[in-house]
């Protein structure tokens, strides 16, 4: 170790090296700056910003709102009555589709389309599925042109129209991320199932599934956290005074229509603690499940 | 775990093939299996030897042919429904299940009570000597050990066909060794009939009961280790074999069975494969351990060393003739390194084939 000592340290880098610090860390630096400016701080200000309540009543007075007002705490019900459904039947259809498409010679065409309505964004998706889906629609004059139904179909401004919309635009996300899961599996793991004697079904129920699991449970989580921060489609395809009446609706008329900023900060918060409280939960969970290694040996 | 109990008498390959395309990966793969026996695929890769053990599996399937067990025809069998064991050359265990769920997997896919899982998984781990392991996930297991897993779970379920796809590829040299004694070991305590895939002729030699070569999809030669290593019907078996020296050139005289091969500025004789008259363009191949410096001997092979190796009891030299033939030869002394030597071929041993 004298050697190095004895010897004057020519740069910077290796200065640094000297004293344990790798110079090709410090790269990390303007993106922790970012991180810090746009999301660290901003979230530390509104956590403060809610708890100094323009009402009278103390520190906690937003959040003592909050929980005795029905109109306002009904909404984290709303939302988990739209977000857990739309993330469930997501996940659960990504699975198969995954599974399918991952054996398909165009794979790429269909992961295209498939993913388009990401890059449309919710806006478009709702305002084209409020026509598509509204009174005068293809959708409900086909079905009576066939004569399925009498009357149109009340697709819009109610649960379903949001319900929809949302599995729209979430979809293609849950969707990528399965597939991503399913392609990482050994595909030699099915063959050896299968020339085992484990059936179609079997090898799906105990081969696949279990290697599954901790890759779907990350997927239901960042899928749940998009879809339970649904916003604009509750307000176009929904009834938002209603059962579409979201957190987020909350929170945007505080701010925006009593213009009491620490409110909207208090709702956004209690928002946040929802979110997180679902996806410990998942993960918890997930913890009970094999995690590790998804092919069969050595590669 | 007796296979003996099985009701069938041999499984029959009847001219199978497999495009892919416009490419004939297998063509007209006839072969026919006796119960209890050990056949191993031969051929360098691409010759078609995993497509055809995949075929049999069920997991690629046929664009001609039959595969028959007994008379009855199995080729259009989901692989689920064929009841053979396969070992991967990547050993494909399940990584979330324990040793003992591992090996239980085929049992318990079939419906067997938990009892008769439980006897039979013991008996297994016992027969590949994974006693203590059983708990394990795979990932906590040696390769060696994973490879024993592998066989244990194709074997527990008393298949009528192994099938291992270069199962010991993976494994470095000495463990490869092992585990080659260990499959053998097995092979001859449970007599299950086996294919083996595999591109190491060492090992096609020391573990199968009859050697299958395969070239470009179609078999070469089948026999017995004995048959392949002493007499291969072709120059590409022979290379295989071990016929690592070859002479390009014409049959000048025949004497029997004995033919002398002109190679440009040398003659050479050897043993005729086939039937070659005088004229015919020939080609003797010769192993490195049957060319030998010939001291003082007049009308041997005149080469210039190129390259002396040490190998312990004896060197293992490279030398090119005047035309520019390499040649690989033994020999109990180091001749210097650029100097001009006389190298001679036992007419036993070397083996002339139709070029």
């Known amino acids: 170790m004298s050697v ?89 259809f990504a699975v198969p589709v995954a599974m399918r498409v991952r054996l398909m010679k165009h794979q790429r065409l269909l992961t295209t389309i498939l993913v388009l309505p990401i890059t449309l964004g919710t806006v478009l998706v709702a305002q084209g599925m409020l026509n598509y889906l509204g009174p005068q629609g293809w959708f409900s004059r086909t079905l009576m042109l066939l004569h399925i139904v009498d009357s149109p179909v009340k697709l819009t401004n109610n649960y379903w129209g949001v319900f929809l919309s949302l599995v729209v635009t979430v979809f293609p996300f849950t969707f990528l991320l399965t597939l991503s899961y399913v392609t990482g599996i050994d595909p030699g793991l099915e ?98 499940f094999y995690r590790g290694a998804t092919s069969g040996g050595k590669g | 775990m007796q296979l003996a109990s099985m009701p069938f008498n041999e499984i029959r390959l009847e001219k199978m093939s497999r495009a892919f395309g416009a490419l004939n990966a297998l063509r007209e793969i006839s072969l026919s299996i006796k119960k209890g026996e050990f056949i191993a695929l031969l051929g360098p890769s691409g010759c078609g030897k995993s497509t055809a053990l995949n075929c049999i599996a069920g997991l690629l399937s046929t664009t001609g042919g039959g595969i028959f067990i007994d008379d009855k025809r199995i080729d259009q069998f989901k692989p689920e429904d064929r009841g053979f064991g396969m070992v991967f050359q990547n050993y494909a265990l399940f990584p979330h299940m324990s040793v003992r769920k591992n090996i239980g997997f085929g049992l318990k896919m079939r419906g067997r009570p938990q009892s008769e899982i439980d006897t039979k998984v013991e008996e297994a781990i016992k027969l590949v000597r994974l006693q203590g392991h059983a708990d394990k996930l795979p990932g906590q297991l040696s390769g060696g050990q994973q490879q024993r897993v592998a066989i244990a779970r194709a074997i527990v379920i008393e298949p009528p066909l192994v099938l291992m796809d270069e199962p010991l590829s993976n494994l470095d040299a000495k463990l490869r060794l092992e585990m080659r004694a260990e499959i053998r070991r097995i092979h001859n305590q449970m007599k299950a009939t086996t294919i083996y895939v595999t591109h190491d002729q060492d090992e096609a030699l020391s573990l199968a009961d009859r050697i299958v070569v395969l070239r470009d999809g179609q078999i070469r030669q089948v026999g017995t280790p004995h048959e392949l290593y002493e007499k291969p019907a072709h120059l590409d078996v022979a290379e295989f074999m071990g016929f690592r020296n070859r002479f390009a050139g014409k049959v000048v005289s025949r004497d029997g069975d004995r033919a002398t091969v002109s190679a440009g500025s040398f003659s050479v004789s050897g043993t005729v494969v086939g039937d070659l008259q005088p004229g015919a363009s020939a080609v003797l191949a010769g192993r490195p351990d049957d060319v030998l410096l010939a001291d003082g001997v007049t009308g041997g092979v005149p080469v210039t060393v190129e390259a002396i190796e040490y190998r312990g009891r004896e060197y293992v030299g490279i030398a090119r003739t005047a035309d520019g033939v390499e040649i690989i030869f033994h020999a109990d002394r180091a001749p210097d390194v650029g100097s001009a030597v006389n190298l001679s071929i036992d007419p036993a041993r070397a083996l002339v084939f139709a070029a």
């Open chain 1, 191 to 288: 063959k050896a199932a299968a020339t085992h004697g484990a059936s179609a079904w079997q090898r799906f129920r105990h081969v696949m599934l279990p290697l599954l699991v901790p890759g779907l449970a990350i997927a239901f989580c960042l899928t749940f956290v998009q879809a339970f921060a649904v916003f604009p489609s509750a307000v176009l395809l929904g009834a938002p005074s209603g059962p579409t009446r979201v957190i987020s609706i909350a929170a945007a008329q505080a701010a925006f229509e009593q213009y009491d900023f620490t409110m909207a900060s208090a709702i956004a918060m209690i928002m946040g603690v929802v979110q997180l409280c679902i996806v410990l939960l998942v993960l918890v969970i997930r913890n009970l």
């Open chain 1, 4 to 92: 190095i000592t004895d010897h004057e340290p020519t740069s910077l880098r290796k200065k640094l090296a000297l004293r344990g610090i790798d110079g090709v860390t410090l790269l990390l630096l303007p993106s922790v700056i970012f991180v810090l400016a746009i999301f660290i701080y901003p979230f530390f200000y509104g956590l403060m910003l809610s708890f100094t309540p323009i009402r009278e009543g103390g520190m906690f007075a937003n959040y003592i709102a909050f929980f005795s007002d029905p109109y306002l705490y009904n909404t984290i019900g709303a939302t988990l009555r739209l977000a857990v459904p739309v993330t469930l039947l997501c996940v659960a």
